[in-house]
């Protein structure tokens, strides 16, 4: 086992990793900005050390300052945490040449599945169901008709390195198809530095579920049922639960499998996600994140596991300390992922905390680095919180959320607390009849 691991993260998934590390008698040891040097996880870890200015470019998506920080400190192994370099092939690549351990899949895996089109392909080779759609990247604006005609509109058109809803643009009928084409490539090339596209059939009322997987990167995989995802604000979650309201336990099983099975084929190491939309019984893959999800306390709430322990066990060479069948799930388990945010506009709000207090008791867990008088740097992605609750079912799940909610106490700043009191009043969220466009759709009626 290692004696220590460097996080090359911040915030509370910092902090997750820097709890569970201790928990196993590991050294942790916290990199940071000089944006961050009063930060939670910095005061957290066994060890702190500066790795440049506040922007992420020079600091936390540094690939030689954090290995040098790995080198000066001892570290023998390195949690990416998510987010920053946590799907970056060549950091991979890199710290194996470093003789450093990654606490996550080998480098071929990270690349196979950051490049879409690639991912697809393989996802069907391996048996997972694809959304219909172009074979390939889509080279000019011939081709895009082409391809709209014969699965057709509405259709989506995705930039291939794209991610967070970027290079995502939808095409409703052929005569929209044009604009919606060069719009992703032009997103695409800012972006993410590709400009290669693809498309796939637009489906009018999906979920976003995904499957939550763990292999030993020894030809053994396992899946940790789902989690639904659907309510989300431009393509990025708001609020997640599991298990999904709308899978039964002989879908879950039966998707459940097919994921497990294609990644123990390829010998995955780690935990991974494979994300699907999901309409009328059937399932659609649609992207592998080969990293920890910011929503897996749902996933541990009801399966009672550490994910992160069980990260850092096999990437020490351990086997998993649970087969398919140890795994039985266990009420219900909702997040809320709160930023600091002003509704309705949904503008960046860093600033001073002038009071906090986490809400408690049975079931509830807050995963933040807040505390009393922190100060939210400007430079960062706006998520300071995530709040999970657990209860015997979902009716119970949704109560305690509530109940947490008016519990919280973030002063000084603007969140999205607001939105999830809103939310629970809705009856489509109460009983979970909501697709991926529901939230947008009500953003829009109520704003």
């Avoid at 979902?394 to 939105?419: H, M, N, Q, S």
């Amino acid at each position: 086992m290692f004696k220590k691991i460097l996080i090359a993260n911040r915030g509370e998934i910092a902090l997750r990793v820097i709890r569970a590390a201790r928990e196993m008698g590991i050294g942790s040891v916290a990199v940071h900005s000089t944006a961050d040097a009063d930060a939670m996880h910095v005061r957290m870890a066994d060890e702190a050390i500066c790795i440049g200015p506040p922007p992420g470019t020079q600091s936390y998506l540094s690939v030689a300052a954090i290995i040098s920080a790995a080198e000066i400190t001892g570290a023998e192994a390195i949690h990416p945490g998510y987010g920053f370099l946590s799907e970056n092939a060549n950091f991979v690549q890199a710290l194996q040449d470093h003789g450093i351990t990654f606490i996550g899949p080998t480098a071929e895996h990270i690349r196979v599945m950051g490049d879409k089109i690639t991912a697809k392909d393989t996802m069907k080779k391996l048996g997972v169901p694809c959304v219909p759609g172009s074979d390939g990247g889509v080279p000019d604006l011939e081709t895009a008709l082409q391809v709209g005609q014969e699965i057709g509109y509405p259709v989506i058109i995705k930039a291939t390195a794209g991610g967070g809803g970027k290079g995502m643009k939808l095409a409703n009928s052929e005569a929209e198809m044009e604009n919606a084409f060069r719009t992703a490539r032009s997103e695409g090339k800012s972006n993410f530095g590709n400009d290669e596209v693809y498309i796939e059939k637009y489906l009018g009322r999906p979920r976003h579920i995904e499957i939550q997987v763990f292999g030993d990167g020894k030809g053994r995989a396992v899946h940790l049922g789902e989690r639904d995802c659907s309510l989300q604000r431009r393509h990025q979650k708001v609020f997640e639960e599991a298990p999904g309201p709308a899978i039964d336990e002989a879908t879950r099983a039966k998707i459940g499998k097919v994921c497990a099975d294609a990644v123990a084929s390829i010998d995955y190491a780690g935990a991974g996600t494979v994300e699907f939309l999901y309409e009328d019984g059937e399932f659609y893959f649609i992207e592998m994140n080969t990293r920890l999800q910011v929503e897996h306390p749902v996933t541990e709430a009801i399966f009672g596991v550490d994910l992160v322990r069980e990260q850092i066990n096999v990437a020490a060479g351990l086997p998993m300390s649970f087969t398919q069948d140890d795994l039985k799930i266990n009420g219900h388990a909702i997040e809320v992922r709160i930023n600091a945010e002003k509704v309705p506009q949904f503008t960046p709000c860093p600033g001073k905390i002038t009071q906090y207090h986490a809400p408690g008791g049975l079931g509830v867990r807050m995963d933040s680095a807040l505390y009393d008088g922190y100060s939210i740097p400007p430079y960062y992605d706006s998520l300071i919180a995530k709040l999970i609750v657990h209860g015997p079912d979902r009716p119970a799940a949704l109560a305690r959320l509530k109940r947490a909610l008016g519990e919280l106490i973030v002063d000084g700043i603007d969140t999205t607390t607001p939105l999830f009191h809103a939310l629970l009043e809705e009856d489509a969220v109460l009983t979970g009849e909501y697709n991926i466009h529901w939230l947008e759709k009500w953003l829009d009626a109520n704003t």
